[in-house]
């Protein structure tokens, strides 16, 4: 299985149609892979707090039409990153649209953990609920996004919900860094999953990005992992390592904590 993961630059100055056109042509560009992964909050910044509710956009709004165009072209399955999303009927979402090669709408994840504490991100959008996977021909994805990633609970609910592949579009920031790849790497690991873990490059409202793009294997090692700058990440892996790594080290066999209680007869 081939995955493209497009570390899109998101720097003030440039439109936010500029922006959603250059990233529609970068996935055109990935025909023959079969995932392409853009960042979270990619087509505003995750740290831009001023520019959500002026960006903020309906579910089946422009970037949702030019994603589901440009999965549609190149004929891949397209985990479009996040957008912010104005729900008609309560609050602002930090949303994750997933399309298949066909161009129609996968899956809807709303980001669970929102980031920021008592400001931005987490005063201003509300809290999905909802853990959701998306089957592949080859794989299950689980969907996460950027804090997320710092809360394993999250991710151990995907795989108990058949995630093999772990997905994590973000905006991460430069200065936490060694985090973000400790983190994938923990995820991976723990979960005997793949992490596919896309951030940014650039500079959202003044904090600079990690970029570090980065692919891990069910053993924790790295596949693949991007530089600071804008670039695609190709990385070819075998979906089936899941299962024989499961096999040959069953820990998630060994768990207690966590579990439901057996029902009394």
């Known amino acids: 299985m081939r995955a493209s993961v497009i570390q899109i630059a998101v720097d003030q100055g440039e439109s936010v149609e500029s922006r959603r056109r250059r990233a529609a042509s970068m996935v055109q560009d990935q025909a023959g ?10 087509t505003t910044g995750a740290f831009a707090y001023e520019e959500f509710g002026q960006e903020a956009e309906p579910l ?18 397209l985990h479009a990153g996040s957008i ?11 949303t994750s649209l997933v399309f298949s090669p066909s161009g129609d709408l996968a899956a809807v994840y709303r980001k669970i953990h929102r980031f920021g504490f008592d400001k931005g991100e ?40 058949g ?14 860094r060694s985090h973000w790849t400790l983190l994938a790497q923990a995820r991976a690991v723990e979960n005997q999953s793949f992490v596919i873990a896309c951030g940014t490059a ?3 409202a003044g904090v600079p990005q990690a970029g570090h793009s ?6 924790g090692e ?24 499961r096999e040959q080290f069953p820990a998630l066999k060994d768990r207690v904590l966590g579990l439901q209680p057996p029902r009394r007869p």
Do not use: Q
């Open 84 to 94: 912010p999303e104005r729900d008609p009927d309560g609050p602002l979402y930090n």
């Open 214 to 219: 980065i692919v891990v294997d069910p053993w």
């Open 122 to 161: 987490a005063v201003l959008m509300g809290a999905g609920t909802e853990l959701v996977t998306v089957r592949l021909p080859a794989t299950t994805l689980g969907l996460g996004t950027c804090y997320d990633l710092r809360f394993p609970e999250l991710f151990r609910g995907l795989v108990d919900a």
């Open 33 to 42: 892979a079969d995932l392409v992964v853009l960042p979270e909050l990619w």
């Open 163 to 176: 995630a093999e592949t772990l997905v994590v579009p973000a905006g991460w920031p430069e200065r936490r």
């Open 202 to 204: 650039g500079t959202h």
């Open 222 to 245: 790295v596949l693949a992992e991007a530089g600071a700058e804008e670039e695609v990440l190709t990385v070819d892996f075998d979906p089936g390592k899941v299962a024989t790594t």
């Open 60 to 77: 089946e709004g422009p970037t949702y039409e030019a994603m589901a165009k440009a999965a549609s072209d190149a004929g891949v399955w």
